[in-house]
């Protein structure tokens, strides 16, 4: 059986990834307006006549898309912060939730017909913070601060042309009014109570990211090992296709991590680094910004939605 998908929002980053990574398939036919994209009436039909729409819109046009959605069979996965932090939408991180007993993330991906796609620095965020707040080992009143570093890709059209012309440095901090788009999502999905303190970055290589949240164990109510933290991420994303979590024995040998690692893909790696005294930690999540943080993300999702295997288009 093959179903049909229409990218609105192709000639976007995000949206050339989705594309490039469902065009070879022949389970899915791409809806193709060309040179009637801008036309509003044809993006209707292609919004109305899709099984499924992936949204790689800003914030109000995807609202605008959305709205002129009136067959309910349409299954939509919008790639912008718009629904994020909205209840009537499912949060489209697969492994959030994930284990016997319980209904998982993926499971509750599959049966929605509206998915909001994570954005990639809280996907690592939410990746490392959310099962141990699960479990306990950060209060969820904690003050957490998450220090995050990605490549230009992640920035738009704008930046990517400013750092490719060679005008923007060689780093870049940003986000420093403290108010940056993503902290209601980071916070929403880790089940804490206060606002992250979000330091991100940009660096001058096109794409990958790492992602790194520093805790003082000594600080934390339970005071827990080194141990006992990478075991809290271990036993939460075992079985995972997508994310791992590196053996802490291979972690200790590593003198450095190299953000394009895991570039080309759909997965995640977590790593604890600890100190010897085993008092702190720096927690790091390791991910392609336009793989498992942008449009592997979305091919997954859109997997799931239509109940094909997970996997397909990623391996």
């Given at each position: 059986?093959?179903?049909?998908?229409?990218?609105d929002?192709?000639?976007?980053?995000?949206?050339?990834?989705v594309?490039?990574?469902?065009?070879?398939r022949?389970?899915?036919?791409?809806?193709?307006?060309?040179?009637?994209?801008?036309?509003v009436e044809a993006?209707r039909?292609?919004?109305?006549?899709?099984?499924?729409v992936?949204?790689c819109?800003?914030d109000e046009a995807?609202?605008?898309?959305?709205?002129?959605?009136?067959?309910?069979?349409?299954?939509v996965i919008?790639?912008?912060?718009?629904?994020?932090?909205?209840p009537?939408w499912?949060?489209?991180?697969?492994?959030?939730?994930?284990?016997p007993?319980r209904?998982s993330?993926?499971e509750?991906i599959?049966?929605?017909?509206?998915?909001?796609n994570?954005?990639c620095?809280?996907?690592?965020?939410i990746?490392?913070?959310?099962?141990?707040?699960?479990?306990?080992i950060i209060p969820?009143g904690?003050?957490?601060?998450?220090?995050?570093?990605?490549?230009?890709s992640?920035?738009?059209k704008?930046?990517i042309?400013?750092?490719e012309?060679?005008?923007a440095?060689?780093?870049?901090?940003?986000?420093l009014?403290l108010?940056?788009?993503h902290?209601?999502e980071?916070?929403?999905?880790?089940?804490?109570e206060?606002?992250?303190?979000?330091?991100?970055?940009?660096?001058?290589?096109?794409?990958?990211?790492?992602?790194?949240v520093?805790?003082?164990l000594?600080?934390?109510?339970s005071?827990?090992?080194?141990?006992?933290?990478?075991?809290?991420?271990?036993?939460?994303?075992?079985?995972?296709?997508?994310?791992e979590?590196a053996?802490?024995?291979?972690?200790?040998?590593m003198?450095?991590?190299?953000?394009?690692?895991?570039n080309?893909?759909?997965k995640?790696?977590?790593?604890?680094f600890?100190?010897?005294?085993g008092?702190q930690?720096r927690l790091?999540?390791?991910l392609d910004?336009?793989g498992?943080g942008?449009?592997?993300?979305?091919?997954?999702?859109?997997?799931?939605?239509l109940?094909l295997?997970?996997e397909?288009?990623l391996?």
């Amino acid at each position: 059986m093959s179903y049909s998908v229409f990218i609105d929002g192709e000639a976007g980053t995000t949206g050339l990834d989705v594309l490039r990574r469902l065009e070879a398939r022949d389970d899915l036919e791409i809806i193709v307006l060309g040179d009637r994209r801008r036309e509003v009436e044809a993006r209707r039909e292609a919004l109305n006549a899709a099984d499924a729409v992936i949204l790689c819109l800003p914030d109000e046009a995807a609202k605008e898309a959305v709205a002129m959605i009136d067959n309910p069979a349409v299954r939509v996965i919008d790639a912008s912060t718009a629904y994020r932090v909205d209840p009537a939408w499912t949060y489209g991180f697969a492994e959030m939730a994930h284990g016997p007993g319980r209904m998982s993330q993926a499971e509750k991906i599959a049966g929605a017909t509206r998915v909001s796609n994570p954005g990639c620095y809280p996907t690592g965020f939410i990746g490392l913070v959310r099962p141990l707040v699960s479990a306990g080992i950060i209060p969820a009143g904690w003050p957490v601060t998450v220090n995050a570093v990605s490549g230009y890709s992640g920035g738009g059209k704008a930046m990517i042309a400013e750092f490719e012309a060679g005008g923007a440095g060689a780093f870049r901090a940003y986000g420093l009014s403290l108010k940056h788009k993503h902290v209601p999502e980071m916070t929403l999905h880790t089940g804490l109570e206060r606002p992250v303190l979000f330091a991100p970055a940009v660096g001058a290589y096109r794409q990958g990211m790492l992602v790194e949240v520093p805790l003082q164990l000594a600080a934390l109510p339970s005071s827990p090992s080194v141990e006992v933290v990478h075991g809290a991420l271990a036993e939460a994303y075992a079985g995972c296709r997508f994310v791992e979590v590196a053996e802490l024995e291979a972690t200790e040998a590593m003198t450095g991590i190299d953000p394009e690692g895991l570039n080309g893909t759909n997965k995640m790696r977590l790593h604890v680094f600890g100190d010897r005294s085993g008092a702190q930690v720096r927690l790091v999540a390791l991910l392609d910004n336009l793989g498992k943080g942008a449009s592997g993300a979305a091919v997954q999702n859109l997997n799931l939605m239509l109940g094909l295997r997970e996997e397909t288009g990623l391996s």
